[in-house]
């Protein structure tokens, strides 16, 4: 590099120019400066290049994984419905649909509470903050009860 360096200066400065020899410990440097620079890019070229290909494989990992937890939950029996961290619903069974009536167009991306009315034994709303999912959401913690005597969930169509 400092060759070409020198070969600028000379074009500028006439051809009747010397490098003193702190210009050429100078150029020198300069030479050396770019060659870690072009290796340090070509390492980092190389290390994206891993890194591309490492979330390449990630990626059809965790789609391999995806249907086959889909295909796991479609051949449930029972109604399943599963949400994120929030509480929206990103995935209901066919059975979950039949159960509850809705389709999961209607209900996927919402929260569950909004969707789901709970009544309790004598047919009055419970607060979504009073029920079990909530509950569960909330602390992270599994929360148990008798679902049959404590509060039934009202399908769609009422």
């Known amino acids: 590099m400092h060759k070409i360096l020198e070969r600028q200066l000379r074009k500028y400065l006439g051809e009747g120019f010397r490098a003193s020899r702190e210009l050429e410990k100078f150029l020198v440097a300069v030479g050396e400066a770019y060659r870690h620079?072009?290796?340090?890019?070509a390492l980092l070229e190389r290390s994206l290049e891993l890194s591309s290909q490492e979330l390449t494989a990630i990626n059809q990992q965790l789609q391999e994984e995806k249907v086959r937890d889909e295909t796991l939950l479609v051949s449930i029996g029972d109604g399943v419905v599963a949400t994120d961290g929030q509480g929206r619903i990103i995935i209901m069974n066919r059975e979950a649909k039949r159960l509850l009536g809705w389709r999961f167009k209607?209900?996927?991306g919402r929260p569950w509470q909004e969707i789901m009315v709970?009544?309790?034994?004598?047919?009055?709303?419970?607060?979504?903050?009073?029920?079990?999912?909530h509950q569960a959401l909330t602390t992270g913690e599994k929360f148990s009860t008798n679902i049959v005597s404590d509060f039934h969930y009202v399908r769609k169509n009422g």
Not at 37 to 41: L, Q, V
Not at 118 to 133: H, L, Q, T, W, Y
């Open 37 to 41: 620079f072009d290796e340090d890019r």
């Open 106 to 108: 209607e209900v996927v």
């Open 118 to 133: 709970a009544v309790d034994e004598s047919g009055k709303e419970i607060p979504p903050n009073k029920r079990p999912f």
